[in-house]
């Protein structure tokens, strides 16, 4: 029963779900029948429960789409009679319909994009059983190049005011000028009056501090027509806290309305106060401190899971990013899940939030393999003229009160050579017959134009292919921060030829040479990773479900690749070594954690540091020290004859020790070990726990190349979300309680339910020892 109390009522309405695939033509009707249907908790991922097959679409990592329908009855009590009531869902993937009580109420074609849906006309208060069904058509599976899922793949809620309430995503707030004593503090509120008379009401507005004190307070009167009426606010908070990447303070606004005495709504909302620009000569400030952006392109699934990341999974990515050094996070390509903008609030990340892979006409979706075969063209495209400049507002209106947010970006790679636009200016690659390039412009001006009527605070950006290409007619021209797509070779003639331009790596390469672009030119603001974690979707042929670019694999796993990268971007002293039988893998990407080779192999040791020094060591015998300035291309290296045992380095400053790694020869797999991120839980049906399992010998050490199929028992108020074991290869299927271990390790990913208890997790495999983890799941208030 949901009712309305203190003005508002924002209830979860993840729970109590019934799911089908299939198009039944009555399935919106209340009197439908549904119960032979699946019961389902939210956020649901319906591709990624399979089956996966070479039928469909390789950029969609082979994963199913299809039709499917969500239902779900509830009940608000007799306080919600005259209230206004609506649906919030962050995303729907894709061609969503809503109905309420058979009544059609919304929709969204845009699979990313949040909306509302107002039910107010359709609702039965006081007790009366209602009905929202929702039709999901992800039947053009082949519609992305990468993984999309498909269903209501994130959270929904149900949301009860009064009559007279502040709209949705209805507050803006920006803070203009900042000083040590004080910050201004301007609140743009749109109020809501659903009803058909003028009503006077009172607006009280607080500035919450990060330690709880009221920072600054105003009252007003006003009087609202039925409609929009929109209001400026303007308070000064003393002495600010400012948000920045260390300390990431953050206030609350709070917003109350209140007519005949009577609290009609309370709205909240986060913000921090900080100041950013970037400098066309300087790069990128922060409060007055001049940073490179360290960032990392981030798709949105999470690997066995898929589109349906609990908060837990996301935060547990962006910590491991936060360690190798990472700073800021590049939406690729697509509106985020707010739940991840909120994570960067609070861990103190910087946003680029991307709203488009392309415009129209559209790129190629890869079928059979990645750039091979006949390509297939859905996708957003279809709906771009129609839709794109109302999503874009969507985007900014939802995510404008965010301080980690510093740009919008329009759009990634919508100039690339030929997928479709062509230009005279690539010369012999030109093809006369593909769309011509100036419509690049036709398409992105009235983007660009969106976004400054909603926020006149941050640059408007996109991710360049083909800089030549967007120059020669004006795409380069119309943005106020211009990203480049691995083109660093052109960032020191365009500074000459473009002062004025603001230039940043949007996404680039894991090179070194490319960090060297950004670190040795002042005038680069910063780069982009090409990914921060693996991710599903633009794979190669059948089997491969999967892209391996990543700093964390799919599991979330730190490579070898994410090691490097600390040593490059961390100020924390670290040293890490990974191994490989030749001195192929140059950088030692193609490396493992690995002291296991053959008698008789010399092996190619790569060492990352940070450390001014580094001592190497076989079995405790010194193999030799280098300096970081004997580095090539930012690796040490050393040719070592094979002996097993214990290798280490050991990284030094002044004679000091400041850290070490080791790596140790595995003997014979023995048992499985379970390494949950978690004891304690909390029974809120959300709360999360990654369960490492590992292959190990007899001395606990992990088996690098050990591959059993592992079987998983769950009992207790718990659930498997999916399992994993980092592989891009792998099509075995997540939600099943076996699965291989690869490199001798995977993941298991457990949820609780709303019930409170023990949950144990036991896991075996043929001719090991089983091991077993337990953990609490306690009541939601502990």
């Known amino acids: 029963m949901i009712g309305l109390a203190g003005g508002r009522t924002v209830s979860d309405f993840d ?54 329908w969500y239902r779900k009855h509830f009940s608000l009590d007799a306080r919600t009679a005259g209230a206004s009531v609506a649906l919030e869902f962050d995303g729907i993937y894709d061609y969503s319909e809503v109905w309420i009580n058979g009544q059609y109420t919304g929709g969204r074609p845009y699979g990313y994009s949040s909306f509302n849906c107002d039910a107010t006309p359709f609702v039965n208060p006081g007790g009366g059983d209602n009905v929202v069904a929702v039709r999901v ?67 009280d507005t607080e500035i919450v501090a990060p330690d709880g004190s009221v920072a600054a307070a105003t009252a007003n009167r006003a009087s609202a027509m039925p409609g929009m009426l929109k209001q400026e606010l303007q308070l000064t908070v003393p002495r600010p806290h400012l948000w920045n990447l260390e300390e990431p303070q953050l206030y609350r606004a709070v917003n109350k309305i209140m007519a005949g005495g009577v609290v009609l709504d309370v709205v909240t909302n986060t913000f921090g106060i900080r100041e950013f620009h970037f400098d066309a000569d300087k790069g990128f400030f922060l409060n007055g401190k001049n940073l490179k952006l360290k960032g990392v392109c981030l798709h949105h ?112 790679e919508v100039d690339y050579a030929n997928d479709p636009f062509s230009h005279p200016v690539l010369g012999g690659d030109y093809r006369p017959d593909h769309p011509r390039a100036e419509q690049l412009v036709k398409c992105a001006r009235p983007l660009v134009a969106a976004v400054k009527a909603l926020d006149s605070t941050r640059p408007v950006t996109a991710a360049l292919a083909t800089v030549a290409m967007s120059d020669a007619v004006g795409l ?68 491969n479900r999967a892209s391996a670019p990543g700093l964390l694999d799919l599991c ?43 008698p008789d192999t010399t092996v190619t040791v790569s060492c990352f540091a940070n450390c001014p020094e580094v001592t190497l060591l076989l079995n405790g015998r010194v193999i030799g020290a280098k300096k970081i300035s004997e580095a090539v291309r930012g690796v040490l290296r050393w040719e070592v004859p094979y002996a097993p045992g ?42 999360v726990c990654h369960v490492e399992f590992q ?18 028992v769950l009992t207790g108020p718990g659930k498997i979300l999916g399992i994993g074991n980092g592989d891009v290869r792998s099509v075995e299927d997540c939600k099943k309680n076996t699965h291989h271990a690869f490199q001798g390790r995977g993941l298991a990913i457990l949820q609780t339910t709303m019930v409170p208890g023990e949950i144990s997790l036991a896991a075996s495999a043929p001719g090991l020892a089983a091991a077993t983890v337990k953990l609490a799941s306690r009541p939601n208030d502990f």
């Open 556 to 598: 979330g796993f730190k490579k070898p690749l994410g090691w490097f990268r600390q040593s490059l971007w961390s100020d924390r002293p670290m040293v890490y070594l990974c191994t490989s039988a030749r001195a192929g893998g140059r950088r030692g990407f193609g490396s493992q954690e690995s002291w296991n080779w053959p």
């Open 301 to 412: 699934d999470a690997g066995p899971i898929g589109a349906a990341v609990p908060d837990k999974v996301l935060e547990r990515r962006l910590i491991a990013l936060k360690e190798i050094g990472a700073n800021a996070i590049r939406t690729s390509h697509n509106p985020p899940d707010p739940a991840l903008l909120d994570l960067c609030d609070r861990l103190g990340f910087l946003v680029m939030d991307e709203a488009f892979d392309e415009f129209t006409p559209g790129k190629n979706k890869w079928v059979t393999g990645r750039n091979d075969g006949v390509a297939s063209h859905f996708g957003y495209n279809e709906i771009f003229d129609q839709w794109s400049v109302t999503d874009i507002q969507d985007l900014v209106r939802r995510d404008r009160n965010h301080p980690s947010i510093i740009l919008w970006s329009i759009g990634n």
């Open 695 to 712: 292959v190990v010998d007899a001395q606990g050490v992990r088996v690098p190349d050990a591959a059993p199929e592992v079987t998983f």
């Open 646 to 687: 214990t290798l280490q380095a050991v990284g030094r400053a002044e004679g000091h020790e400041l850290c070490r790694c080791s790596l140790q020869t595995a003997g014979p797999p023995a048992r499985v070990q379970l390494s949950p991120d978690a004891s304690q839980l909390r029974a809120d049906g959300k709360d």
């Open 476 to 543: 380069a021209a119309l943005l106020d921060a211009d990203g480049y797509n691995y083109q660093e070779s052109r960032y020191a003639d365009d500074h000459r030829k473009y002062p004025q331009r603001i230039l940043y790596g949007s996404e680039n390469s894991h090179q070194y040479e490319a960090w060297q672009a950004v670190r040795t030119n002042a005038f680069i603001s910063g780069q982009f990773l090409w990914t921060g974690a693996d991710y599903l979707g633009e794979a190669d042929a059948w089997p």
């Open 15 to 68: 729970g109590g779900w019934l799911f089908s695939k299939g198009d039944p033509a009555s399935a919106m009707m209340p009197a439908f029948d549904d119960r032979a249907w699946q019961a389902v908790t939210l956020p649901h991922d319906w591709s990624s429960d399979g089956p996966f097959s070479a039928e469909f679409g390789s950029g969609n990592g082979f994963a199913p789409g299809g039709i499917g």
């Open 137 to 203: 058509d992800h039947s053009r599976f082949a519609d992305s190049r990468y993984y999309t899922g498909s269903g209501i793949y994130r959270n929904v809620r149900l949301v009860v005011t009064g009559p007279l309430h502040v709209a949705h995503w209805g507050v803006a707030i920006t803070t203009p000028e900042i000083k040590t004593d004080a910050a201004s503090v301007r609140i743009g509120i749109t109020v809501q009056n659903d009803t058909t008379n003028e009503t006077s009401y009172a607006l």
